[in-house]
């Protein structure tokens, strides 16, 4: 149910046992931006607040939350529709692709520039959450 409280930015999730009249609630303003803090909270972050993209097309609603770590371990938490997608899927891979994508040709116009053949290492935490190196590789074909 928590799970779900953050996935619904606002939504107020009340639990109650009648025969022991135990309550919970869960309610997050924060959304996802909250759910990347929750999972990282006793993890050394290297920036406080998460990178945040919402956007919408065709009628199909993306958020994802980013946060860098310092750790090693990957931790990938995709959903569609409100069900975790364990195992990932074509969004996942979409989403992977298309950053690799986007840090290979800011390299190539703004930071490889001046070496033939350069590699690099990436910290990324993403899509709820990933701590992953990915070993990128730009060679100049000059």
Request: glycine share 8%; net charge neutral; charged share 25%.
């Amino acid at each position: 149910m928590q799970e779900l409280a953050f996935l619904n930015k606002g939504l107020i999730i009340r639990i109650e046992n009648k025969n022991d009249e135990r309550k919970e609630q869960f309610c997050y303003g924060g959304g996802i931006i909250q759910y990347v803090k929750y999972i990282n909270k006793n993890k050394n972050c290297l920036f406080n607040e998460p990178i945040y993209i919402h956007g919408e097309k065709n009628g199909v609603d993306i958020e994802i939350a980013i946060q860098y770590t310092d750790g090693y371990t990957e931790n990938i938490f995709t959903f569609v529709n409100n069900i975790n997608t364990h195992e990932g899927g074509t969004h996942l891979s979409g989403f992977k692709a298309g950053i690799t994508r986007v840090i290979n040709d800011y390299g190539k116009r703004n930071v490889w520039t001046d070496r033939p053949s350069t590699q690099c290492s990436f910290i990324l935490l993403s899509d709820h959450s990933l701590d992953r190196i990915w070993h990128l590789q730009w060679r100049s074909h000059s």
